[in-house]
């Protein structure tokens, strides 16, 4: 079949919408367009029932007891906002310490920072080369005043896949509520609040093929019931914790996508795994000085990082972006050009903090588009560092720590 471009391997920004979720959207839009809390005619009650459908696939795909444990918000950045403030706020009494991990995405990470402003404590856990966080490293973090221990469960970078179980085990043994930012990795590997001892999840419809706009926060109810002081004041909607009209065509979107998640995960996951694998031979096998960034076993099925020495990510992504939609870990903020906190956290240097590339795999990406996108990287790659003169240094074995930059 002919490649169409430009070809999308960026799915850990978002996921392209699955055609049967949009199916199943579109009714929600026109003639079903009642407002689920309108009890007292059809119109509500259609779309109450269509909201409580899409609660109990979410719920199941979560491993929830009781479907009443999810509240549905904007997406994932309010459920994160949600779990830490609203806790946080909750259990002041009760102590002023969280803690977390270096590598969060930046709403977990900005949400603590705003909370040490209003007087938190929070602990930020470095993670090992691989990514992968310390158990005990954690265990030793929490405190008597602690209240909450927040640890994504895959990284959006790298792809790690934190042993969220034992981090489970241990926050129930020391009485902390144990909350997981698992946006990237709900409906692509297996995920159980129960069997996990997770009592705050936050995930998002976007990343697993549902439609941007809507996510939930998992709320334990049972063993510790869990209690959050909301964000919003209003009608009380979602037993009080997330006051607004629910977006009735996003929240069965998200249903669908989660329904057709839990029907494909495991073929799936093992589909793009030989291709992420495919494309990660390919690249390190004929490119030299490239780094796999992440640990190679524990991580998300469709992830791949890698760090290239001596070229700038940035320069790879225009290299190749007439054809390839990829992402680096460098953010372009402002007059600035950030090298990415999570490589920096793996303890790589700067340099290679600036030169590492997230190739992302989705549903709908085919073994052409695998063999295409390697050979093109493997091209430009080549192109940028014949025009290196740092690489042709270090080709000739000069130690380039060694030289001192002068201008004259
Ligand atoms: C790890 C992680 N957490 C949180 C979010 C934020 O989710 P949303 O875009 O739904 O607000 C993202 C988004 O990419 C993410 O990757």
């Given at each position: 079949m002919a490649l169409k471009f430009p070809i999308f391997m960026d799915a850990q920004s978002t996921t392209p919408c699955d055609p049967r979720v949009v199916e199943a959207m579109l009714p929600y839009f026109t003639e079903?367009?009642?407002?689920?809390?309108?009890?007292?005619?059809p119109f509500g009650w259609e779309a109450e029932g269509a909201v409580d459908a899409a609660r109990q696939r979410i719920a199941s795909l979560l491993g929830a007891r009781d479907p009443k444990e999810l509240v549905f918000t904007s997406g994932g950045t309010e459920a994160i906002n949600l779990a830490l403030k609203g806790a946080a706020e909750m259990y002041r009494e009760k102590g002023n310490h969280i803690v977390t991990t270096m590598i969060e995405q930046r709403a977990g990470l900005d949400t603590c920072k705003r909370l040490e402003r209003q007087g938190f404590e929070v602990t930020y856990v470095p993670v090992r080369p691989s990514g992968l966080v310390d158990v005990d490293d954690v265990g030793r973090a929490?405190?008597?005043?602690?209240i909450l221990v927040s640890v994504m469960f895959?990284?959006?970078?790298?792809g790690t896949l934190q042993d969220v179980a034992a981090i489970g085990k241990l926050a129930k043994a020391r009485g902390v509520i144990f909350h997981t930012d698992a946006t990237q990795a709900v409906g692509k590997v297996p995920v159980d609040v129960e069997a996990m001892g997770i009592d705050l999840l936050s995930c998002t419809a976007h990343l697993m093929y549902g439609p941007k706009g809507v996510g939930a926060l998992y709320v334990r109810r049972?063993?510790?019931r869990v209690r959050l002081q909301p964000m919003l004041d209003g009608g009380g909607h979602e037993r009080g914790m997330r006051s607004g009209t629910l977006p009735v065509p996003l929240i069965v979107g998200f249903g669908r996508a989660a329904e057709l998640c839990a029907e494909g995960m495991p073929e799936e996951g093992a589909r793009l795994a030989r291709l992420r694998d495919r494309l990660q031979d390919m690249i390190l096998s004929r490119v030299d000085e490239a780094f796999l960034n992440g640990d190679p076993a524990r991580r998300l099925p469709h992830n791949l990082n890698i760090s290239f020495a001596y070229v700038e990510g940035e320069s790879v992504l225009m290299g190749l972006n007439k054809e390839t939609a990829l992402a680096s870990g460098s953010a372009c903020t402002s007059a600035t050009l950030e090298p990415s906190y999570v490589i920096a956290a793996l303890g790589a240097s700067t340099e290679l903090a600036h030169s590492s590339i997230r190739f992302s795999l989705h549903r709908f990406n085919t073994e052409e588009e695998v063999e295409f996108v390697g050979k093109r990287t493997i091209e430009v790659i080549g192109r940028l560092r014949d025009m290196s003169p740092l690489y042709e240094l270090a080709k000739e074995g000069?130690?380039?720590?060694?030289i001192r930059w002068k201008a004259e």
């Open positions: 079903k367009f009642g407002h689920p809390a309108s009890r007292n005619h929490i405190t008597d005043r602690t895959a990284n959006n970078e790298i049972r063993g510790p000069v130690d380039l720590k060694s």
